[in-house]
């Protein structure tokens, strides 16, 4: 079936830290890739999605790239800021479904 | 342009009630769609509704209903209320093809069961 798995969290950093957060999916042809970030008491918020392998999505200086050959669709920043502490979704769609199937979250803290 | 609009954002109902959740669809967006996050089983597709059809569902049981009307607002109801039902409910609707197919997302209807 289709899955997302994430890294688990927390994962806490130091404001201007690299980041990365690991995301790797199995499914049946080619579906969308998407990364969702959600405050405390919020709903969730689209940051970045990639439609084909090889598309980069970037947005508010995250950037994550969907690599067929190792089925996995990385969450990287180069400098992290304390504003950046939220959860973070990775999810996918199939091609024609308009149904999401997310990983289970990973929570980032980040500290001045 | 108005998000994803859902009301009401927070509630308490007792074991056995009913309750009706309300959603609001970005203008122009005629899918829509719902789903339960709690921190135990994370976020989890329930239900979506294009044109007033339901076209998915997911796996859960039948006390989870919902229906989409002619101006694209849906509604979910849950009947029955057991205190497992306690989680974040959060409505999604879906940009048109030509316009990038995203999915966005209202900010959520908190239901608390007692």
């Known amino acids: 079936g289709n899955s997302v798995t994430q890294m688990e969290g927390p994962v806490t950093l130091s404001e201007e830290a690299f980041l990365t957060i690991n995301c790797t999916y199995t499914?049946?042809?080619?579906?969308?890739l998407f990364w969702y970030v959600q405050y405390p008491g919020e709903g969730l918020q689209l940051l970045l999605k990639?439609?084909?392998?090889?598309d980069k999505g970037s947005n508010k200086g995250f950037e994550a790239t969907y690599r067929k050959e190792t089925t996995s669709f990385h969450l990287e920043k180069g400098s992290v800021q304390v504003s950046d502490s939220a959860v973070y979704f990775c999810a996918l769609s199939r091609r024609g479904y308009n149904k999401l199937i997310f990983g289970a979250g990973t929570r980032l803290a980040v500290h001045p | 342009k108005a998000g994803v609009t859902q009301t009401p954002r927070y509630l308490i109902k007792t074991r056995g009630q009913q309750v009706t959740l309300s959603c609001s669809p970005i203008?122009?967006?005629?899918?829509v769609s719902w789903y339960q996050q709690t921190p135990g089983q994370g976020l989890q597709f329930l239900f979506e509704?294009?044109?007033?059809?339901?076209?998915n569902k997911g796996n859960f049981p039948g006390r989870f209903s919902g229906r989409q009307f002619s101006n694209s607002r849906s509604e979910m109801n849950v009947s029955t209320l057991e205190l497992g039902d306690s989680a974040l409910y959060l409505c999604a609707s879906r940009a048109p093809r030509d316009s990038g197919n995203t999915i966005y997302f209202g900010e959520g209807s908190w239901l608390t069961v007692v």
């Open positions: 509704y294009f044109s007033e059809t339901q076209r």
């Open positions: 203008s122009g967006h005629r899918s």
């Open positions: 990639a439609t084909k392998a090889d």
């Open positions: 499914a049946t042809g080619y579906p969308s």
